[in-house]
């Protein structure tokens, strides 16, 4: 398999970014593109792709969806995809992570905030995926909050390390006396022996303008992480 990378690129006159060589098609938008959730930002995806576009309500829960139709398919965070329908995450500092297995064509997306990543949920459409018939699968981070700004508060740490003892001791840092947590590498090692490989886009959406991020501006515009089988 060739080198996989994350890059910005245009799409139909819209920047996008790109896990390059990524065995299933993936797009992640950033702000220039407006509010992702916007009924006609979704009907200009599924126009220029050419693909109906899956996504859900979501919860900040770990319920994960199969999705076999267009549109929203009621509560959930996370999606696996049944057909060539594409389907979708909207964030805003919340972590955008999809997998495939080498061939794209078991795939799967969800939306992984703090919450989200208490309850595991990366690791449960992993294994979802696995249980499946997906041989190896490899995984990729979206532009989302990054340690470098992702402060949080002394009571995050205890419920962290309540859940995932281990884990906690090595997700957390402090810096001038203020608390942060790197949900990337927290990923990594809930991941680890069960995606062959995880990988980064490093786009923090706090420190860069090119992202909406709640924790910035309190906004209520979201990006959108998109993921399909090849076809």
């Known amino acids: 398999m060739d080198k996989i990378y994350y890059q910005l690129k245009l799409i139909h006159g819209q920047p996008f970014g790109t896990f390059a060589n990524f065995p299933a098609f993936n797009l992640f938008s950033t702000r220039h593109f407006g509010n992702a959730k916007d009924e006609a930002s979704i009907r200009w995806i599924e126009e220029k792709t050419g693909r109906d576009l899956a996504y859900a309500s979501q919860v900040h829960g ?28 909207f964030t805003a500092d919340c972590q955008p992570i999809i997998f495939s297995d080498l ?12 919450q989200r990543a208490l309850k595991g949920i990366a690791l449960k459409a992993a294994k979802t995926l696995l249980d499946s018939g997906a041989k190896e699968l490899v995984a990729a981070i979206g532009p989302s909050a990054r340690p470098c700004c992702y402060e949080v508060q002394e009571d995050l740490y205890e419920k962290f390390a309540g859940s995932w003892p281990k884990e906690s001791r090595q997700v957390f840092y402090r810096n001038d006396g203020r608390l942060f947590l790197d949900l990337d590498r927290f990923h990594q090692l809930i991941l680890e022996g069960v995606v062959s490989k995880l990988y980064h886009a490093n786009q923090c959406t706090i420190c860069s303008k090119d992202y909406h991020s709640y924790r910035r501006e309190k906004t209520t515009a979201r990006q959108i992480g998109i993921v399909g089988r090849r076809i």
């Open 103 to 114: 061939k794209g064509q078991h795939v799967a997306v969800v939306h992984a905030g703090w």
């Open 62 to 89: 770990s319920t994960i969806l199969k999705a076999d139709k267009k549109g929203n398919l009621g509560e959930g965070d996370g999606l696996i995809l049944e057909n060539n329908l594409l389907g979708g995450v």
